[in-house]
């Protein structure tokens, strides 16, 4: 009985060598046309999919393998006498290994180039109809997605003409994991095609169907196993140093979404995702030296990023400490020698259209038992929707210490406090299970580190519940405060600013990080 193998991928990485393998073995390579083309010189057995069927390939190649010659010969379950009584009625051969990898949707849909059309022509059909058919048949049909599996496939199959039930059932993961992933991504594109006349809810269900990028060294502690996923593009790279720690990606991240915020030269510097220092100036070197003064303990061994092409001055000053990380759009000349001396620091370039928009629809954090998704907290308000609440209505130099002050405290993990002036930020208090507690915390650390409070401001990631925090700092020079409201508090919040000749905003919207 003759045995086939049937052959068509976009990918003919390594093809060659598998259908020559495939031959030696005994197995006649059956193939859709483009392949069969590709495989003619190297097959002598070569038979294509139409003469196979006896129906020619048609509607500019549309239809190819969508038939029962075909897709009876995979899925005939081999132990059924009846199954094999029908084969031979219609004179149906068995296709034994199936060969198919599709066509390449999220190359073309990601090139900046490809028309709607040509993303719409490289919706596979063919191949995931048999990639399907071979997997679920997987006991019986080899069913090849990978052109990593090409080569232990064949050693297999020189060793025994029946694989291994545990190799088979690994193919058949990985066919329907492709497939996942293929749809998912088609399902993506339609989405955002639709996504102005949809109601602006989350959707009813969510596929996290994402690719291996690359597995770490670990998690976020050694005993635990971790790699980095994606489906969509990094839109950073790195330039210089090791590879990269799962805490090292989740520092990035947080990195970026907080340089995203600020549109004058600014530096941040992060420390286990949260910043330690946020400076603005005229030019980045002064922007950093804001940031470090901050608290010049913490920088040491953190992640600095900035906004503009890192110039030399700006990196000379960097250089001075041990930073982990250093994340920019660009670096001029001359930057790179100087930073690459440190074999450990790792340096990267990002795309400054990453900072447009979250690459993902949702944000999505993994709970024992589920997921919860939100929308992204962009922080991208407008303040013609702030109301000043307070008798005494802030000065144009205190309204620009509020808007920084405001930008800063959403970046932090709740209960946050952040004490700022118009460029710059003076005190953090981040985490603590009460306000008055970051409260305090925010002014302990920007006495530490000799910061003036006298005319500064106070930002409050959430609302007051009592004015035991507006008394904290007006004992301390602060003379503005920025809050969302909305407590039952709010009226003992405002006439304690009054008491006190203190400015108070209203933003109406909180920006908290549990």
């Known amino acids: 009985?003759?045995?086939?193998?049937?052959?068509?991928?976009?990918?003919?990485?390594?093809?060659?060598?598998?259908?020559?393998?495939?031959?030696?073995?005994?197995?006649?390579?059956?193939?859709?046309?483009?392949?069969?083309?590709?495989?003619?010189?190297?097959?002598?057995s070569l038979v294509q999919v139409s003469d196979l069927t006896g129906f020619p390939e048609i509607l500019d190649g549309r239809v190819k393998t969508l038939h029962p010659k075909i897709h009876g010969a995979i899925l005939a379950d081999r132990s059924n006498s009846a199954h094999l009584s029908t084969l031979a009625a219609h004179q149906i051969g068995l296709i034994d290994i199936v060969v198919v990898n599709l066509y390449p949707f999220h190359a073309v849909r990601h090139e900046q180039t490809s028309t709607h059309r040509e993303i719409i022509e490289n919706i596979d059909i063919g191949g995931p109809s048999l990639i399907r058919a071979a997997a679920k048949n997987y006991s019986q049909v080899t069913v090849l997605t990978d052109p990593k599996d090409y080569t232990p496939t064949l050693e297999h199959l020189k060793q025994s003409s029946e694989l291994p039930e545990c190799w088979s059932a690994y193919l058949a993961q990985k066919a329907f994991a492709l497939l996942s992933r293929y749809d998912a991504e088609i399902a993506d594109y339609f989405e955002q095609l639709g996504a102005e006349t949809q109601e602006k809810e989350v959707p009813p269900h969510i596929d996290l169907s994402c690719s291996l990028l690359s597995t770490l060294r670990y998690g976020e502690n050694p005993h635990q196993k971790a790699g980095f996923y994606s489906d969509k593009r990094q839109g950073w790279e790195v330039v210089h140093g090791k590879e990269l720690s799962f805490n090292n990606i989740l520092d990035i991240d947080a990195s970026l979404r907080a340089i995203r915020l600020f549109s004058e030269p600014t530096v941040v510097i992060i420390k286990h995702?949260?910043?330690?220092?946020?400076?603005?100036?005229?030019?980045?070197?002064?922007?950093?030296?804001?940031?470090?003064?901050?608290?010049?303990?913490?920088?040491?061994?953190?992640?600095?990023?900035?906004?503009?092409?890192?110039?030399?001055?700006?990196?000379?000053?960097?250089?001075?400490?041990?930073?982990?990380?250093?994340?920019?759009?660009?670096?001029?000349?001359?930057?790179?020698?100087?930073?690459?001396?440190?074999?450990?620091?790792?340096?990267?370039?990002?795309?400054?259209?990453?900072?447009?928009?979250?690459?993902?629809?949702?944000?999505?954090?993994?709970?024992?038992?589920?997921?919860?998704?939100?929308?992204?907290?962009?922080?991208?308000?407008?303040?013609?929707?702030?109301?000043?609440?307070?008798?005494?209505?802030?000065?144009?130099?205190?309204?620009?210490?509020?808007?920084?002050?405001?930008?800063?405290?959403?970046?932090?993990?709740?209960?946050?406090?952040?004490?700022?002036?118009?460029?710059?930020?003076?005190?953090?208090?981040?985490?603590?299970?009460?306000?008055?507690?970051?409260?305090?915390?925010?002014?302990?650390?920007?006495?530490?580190?000799?910061?003036?409070?006298?005319?500064?401001?106070?930002?409050?990631?959430?609302?007051?519940?009592?004015?035991?925090?507006?008394?904290e700092v007006y004992q301390h020079g602060i003379r503005a405060l920025i809050q969302p409201g909305g407590s039952k508090g709010d009226e003992e919040c405002i006439q304690a600013c009054n008491e006190l000749d203190l400015a108070m905003v209203f933003t109406g919207v909180r920006h908290f990080r549990h």
């Not at 009985?1 to 049937?6: D, S």
């Not at 059956?30 to 190297?42: G, I, P």
């Not at 993990?413 to 305090?440: E, H, P, W, Y």
């Open 1 to 44: 009985m003759t045995k086939y193998a049937l052959i068509s991928v976009s990918d003919k990485s390594g093809i060659e060598t598998l259908a020559m393998e495939l031959e030696a073995l005994g197995y006649t390579i059956v193939s859709t046309s483009r392949t069969a083309k590709h495989l003619k010189q190297f097959c002598h």
């Open 273 to 471: 995702c949260n910043p330690c220092g946020i400076g603005s100036g005229s030019s980045l070197a002064e922007a950093y030296k804001k940031a470090f003064a901050t608290d010049t303990v913490a920088p040491f061994g953190g992640i600095v990023v900035v906004n503009r092409s890192l110039d030399l001055e700006t990196a000379v000053m960097i250089n001075r400490i041990f930073t982990e990380i250093i994340i920019a759009p660009n670096y001029e000349p001359g930057v790179l020698e100087v930073l690459q001396k440190k074999k450990s620091r790792r340096l990267i370039r990002y795309s400054q259209s990453l900072l447009e928009k979250p690459a993902n629809p949702l944000e999505i954090k993994t709970l024992t038992w589920g997921y919860l998704a939100q929308d992204w907290d962009l922080v991208n308000e407008g303040i013609e929707n702030w109301q000043v609440v307070t008798q005494k209505q802030p000065t144009q130099e205190e309204f620009k210490a509020l808007v920084f002050g405001w930008k800063a405290v959403s970046l932090l993990k709740s209960n946050a406090i952040v004490l700022a002036r118009a460029d710059r930020v003076l005190g953090f208090g981040i985490g603590q299970t009460s306000r008055i507690d970051s409260t305090a915390l925010a002014i302990w650390k920007a006495k530490k580190y000799g910061h003036d409070l006298t005319g500064s401001v106070c930002a409050s990631d959430g609302f007051f519940p009592y004015r035991d925090s507006i008394d």
